[in-house]
Nanobody
């Protein structure tokens, strides 16, 4: 089992920045990659950014150039630096971990609200 705990959400004005953190514990050796998804009210959950165990990254087009995903292997933590935030970035952000046996692990979610 893998446990994922997010932190760092909150309320920010448009144009501002936030950094989300996701700490992984448990059988983290199973994880091939980690990332962030988000779900806005009335919308489906969507990919924001992912990073593989090898350090490759992928971003949704809507956040390219504004968000940066990174990881600290020593702390088993993944970060999402979010800059130039827009009102449309308002959502619940979920940490995701994908394992070698195709199991998906999810955090409890952290709210990000961007006021315009």
């Amino acid at each position: 089992q893998v446990q994922l705990v997010e932190s760092g959400g909150g309320l920010v004005q448009a144009g501002g920045s936030l950094r989300l953190s996701c700490a992984a514990s448990g059988s983290i050796f199973r994880l091939l990659g980690m990332g962030w998804f988000r779900q806005a009210p009335g919308k489906q959950r969507e990919l924001v950014a992912v990073i593989t165990s090898g350090g490759s990254t992928r971003y949704a087009d809507s956040v390219k150039g504004r968000f940066t995903i990174s990881k600290d292997n020593a702390k088993n933590t993944v970060y999402l630096q979010m800059n130039s935030l827009k009102s449309e970035d308002t959502a619940v952000y979920y940490c995701y971990g994908g394992s070698s046996d195709s199991t998906a692990y999810w955090g409890q979610g952290t709210h990000v609200t961007v006021s315009s």
